[in-house]
């Protein structure tokens, strides 16, 4: 990459067409992209829990998955992360162990953040790999997506009676 400074917000652009795409999927709108040192996108998942039946298939692991494929390498050194939600406690383990250099998310999660709303995992320096940690990129219209879900969600358990 040269000089100038990453195009975060290009890139939350990317994971927030992601978020969209789950969220036509009736899934959690989560989205992220990955993107190596020089700044090409080499992975882009979004939240399969409910497709795939499996609790791990947050948007997170199924990037890190296509990164270290593409990469040949489960060390993803010097890459960074992008995500529409700040990353849950497992998400964040996983990007401990695969040295994701940078973590960029959108908007803040109260409940499961590890990035600093919840807890710290990611930085805190207890672990022997520390990323850099940017929160807030393009936090509103990451939150909306999120909102735009859970409404909806209410609104069907509301009409279902419940």
Do not use: N
Request: proline letters at 6%.
């Amino acid at each position: 990459m040269t000089d100038a400074a990453p195009p975060f917000e290009a890139w939350m652009d990317l994971a927030l067409a992601e978020a969209e795409a789950a969220l036509a999927h009736d899934e959690v709108p989560v989205g992220c992209v990955i993107a190596d040192g020089s700044g090409a996108i080499v992975a882009r998942a979004h939240d399969a829990r409910q497709a795939a039946a499996d609790p791990l298939a947050h948007a997170e692991l199924l990037a890190l998955r296509q990164a270290a494929a593409a990469q040949g390498d489960w060390r993803l050194d010097g890459m960074t992360l992008v995500v529409t939600l700040e990353p849950c406690p497992m998400c964040a383990g996983s990007i401990l162990m695969a040295r994701i250099a940078r973590v960029v998310f959108g908007a803040r999660s109260p409940k499961w953040g590890a990035a600093g709303s919840r807890a710290d995992w990611l930085g805190s320096g207890v672990f022997p790999h520390r990323p850099e940690v940017i929160g807030g990129i393009r936090e509103a219209p990451c939150g909306e997506v999120l909102s735009r879900y859970f409404r909806r969600l209410r609104k069907s358990a509301d009409e279902m009676g419940g």
